[in-house]
């Protein structure tokens, strides 16, 4: 079964965004998304029981309670994807990306749908969306590579991106510089760089680059020297490539 996101009724969504501008979701309280969290709880156990009517009344309340809980409306897209409604399916899968663009879930759901409808070149953009959102090893994401695969995509072509995608989100988050000085930075830029760097060199290191890997690492060393996770990671890496050998 697929990953779960759901999605407000049509006539609810249209009410909302009628009745209120954007500061219109801060009027939902605490309480209310808590509230809706617990409901849309309720709609997972409903669905895995099979009753997808029960399970679609539960999301929708959901994101009635809280219309910014992007999981709901994927939720209640898979639901309309399983009844044949795409066109609403492909709207709510939309709106969860919309809510929350690092929920991978709904980038896949969209790929499956398109590759359905025959619309390759969509069904490639999302399943490397879900690829670049993701773990590199996640169930999901390995899913997604041997979709890509199918139509065409090597891993080696997702790879660069995924780096990058991965790097810029870092470095917006971190504010952290990709490409360190040396010694001339100030110690807190030193231990950032050095973060970004071993971030870096796991992914490679999951990817099977490892000398790739362990030159980032090496890279994170110099500028942490004391960081012990660094150091550890390094010794993975090494024990990794000893054991191919």
């Given at each position: 079964m697929k990953k779960i996101i759901p999605h407000l009724s049509a006539i609810t969504?249209?009410?909302?965004?009628?009745?209120?501008?954007?500061?219109?979701?801060?009027?939902f309280s605490a309480e209310s998304k808590k509230t809706a969290v617990m409901y849309r709880d309720k709609g997972l156990d409903a669905q895995k029981n099979g009753d997808l009517d029960t399970a679609l009344v539960y999301y929708q309340k959901a994101m009635e309670l809280d219309p910014t809980l992007a999981v709901a409306y994927n939720d209640a897209g898979v639901i309309y994807e399983a009844r044949g409604w795409n066109d609403r399916a492909k709207q709510a899968y939309g709106k969860a990306i919309e809510l929350d663009p690092a929920l991978a879930s709904p980038y896949y759901n969209l790929g499956s749908i398109y590759e359905k409808?025959?619309?390759?070149?969509?069904a490639a953009y999302y399943f490397k969306q879900?690829?670049?959102?993701?773990?590199w090893n996640d169930e999901?994401?390995?899913?997604?590579?041997?979709?890509?695969?199918?139509?065409?995509?090597?891993?080696p072509e997702v790879q660069e991106g995924f780096l990058d995608e991965n790097m810029a989100r870092m470095e917006a988050m971190q504010d952290i510089n990709a490409q360190p000085s040396g010694n001339d930075l100030d110690p807190k830029t030193r231990k950032r760089n050095a973060r970004l760097h071993l971030l870096r060199g796991k992914q490679l290191s999951s990817m099977g680059r490892f000398d790739e890997a362990i030159?980032?690492?090496?890279?994170?060393?110099?500028?942490?020297?004391?960081n012990k996770e660094i150091k550890k990671t390094l010794e993975d890496v090494n024990r990794k490539i000893l054991a191919t050998h």
């Open positions: 969504l249209s009410f909302l965004l009628l009745s209120c501008a954007t500061p219109c979701f801060a009027q409808e025959g619309d390759l070149e969509k879900r690829v670049l959102i993701g773990d999901w994401s390995v899913k997604a590579r041997k979709e890509l695969k199918s139509l065409g995509i090597s891993d030159l980032e690492l090496g890279i994170a060393v110099t500028l942490d020297p004391k």
